[in-house]
């Protein structure tokens, strides 16, 4: 299976600390995606990384890529209550058309 | 507004019973999926759609059954067949061109009673 498998499962923080999670995945990729889910709702896109990529920002959010060792990092800084949610990487298959999903990092930031 | 909508929200079913669960998209997008979660993990893919009228079985298929007969639509049957269908159901559109991300609908949350 190339589903990707996000670590630690669940990561509790206080508010205006910074967050870490990863993701490894296990065969060739073209891009690999984080995304976001409060609970009980649908996925929301956060940040896309290319293969040829090797880190990417997008306001408070860092995400780096590293192809050799098959593993990303999602890196949110100055982390607030509204940021608690389950967070997932997605890699895609060669042809673009289907993507695996992790089981996710529950992130809880507490005020 | 564009968007990916999902109904019902919520869904009870008898066992034996096929129930139908609904998936609509304004983004013009060609590609459309459908995902099943279950409590504390992560998506599954059930089947997805590349262009009206084609679609392929996903890694659970089983139990499950879809149409595209409009771009717009991708409705999923959930069969008596499938023998544990108590889950979230998530629908999600994508346009094509390679890098593009996925659009999802806010779920529909099916109980077998």
């Known amino acids: 299976s190339q589903q990707g498998e996000e670590d630690p499962q669940a990561l509790s923080i206080q508010e205006g600390e910074n967050a870490t999670m990863n993701c490894s995945y296990k065969t060739s990729i073209n891009n690999l995606q984080w995304y976001r889910q409060n609970s009980g709702r649908g996925l929301v896109h956060l940040i896309l990384?290319?293969?040829?990529?090797r880190e990417k920002h997008s306001g408070r959010l860092r995400v780096t890529l590293d192809t050799s060792k098959k593993s990303s990092s999602l890196l949110i800084t100055a982390s607030r209550a509204a940021d608690t949610a389950s967070y997932f990487c997605?890699?895609?298959?060669?042809?673009?058309?289907?993507?695996?999903f992790g089981s996710g990092t529950k992130l809880n930031v507490k005020p | 507004d564009g968007g990916i909508t999902q109904s019902p929200k919520y869904l009870f079913r008898k066992e034996g019973q096929n129930v139908t669960l609904s998936c609509e998209q304004n983004?013009?997008?060609?590609?459309m999926y459908w995902y099943r979660q279950d409590p504390g993990q992560g998506l599954r893919l059930i089947y997805y759609?590349?262009?009206?009228?084609?679609?392929q079985k996903g890694d659970i298929a089983e139990g499950y059954s879809v149409s595209r007969e409009k771009k717009e639509s991708f409705p999923l049957t959930v069969t008596s067949a499938q023998k544990n269908p108590t889950a979230f159901y998530l629908c999600?559109?994508?346009?094509?061109?390679?890098?593009?991300?996925?659009?999802f609908g806010p779920g529909t949350r099916l109980t077998v009673l």
């Open positions: 997605a890699t895609d298959a060669e042809n673009f058309n289907k993507f695996y």
């Open positions: 990384i290319r293969s040829n990529e």
């Open positions: 983004l013009n997008h060609d590609a």
């Open positions: 999600a559109s994508r346009g094509t061109g390679g890098h593009n991300e996925q659009f």
């Open positions: 759609s590349q262009i009206v009228n084609d679609f």
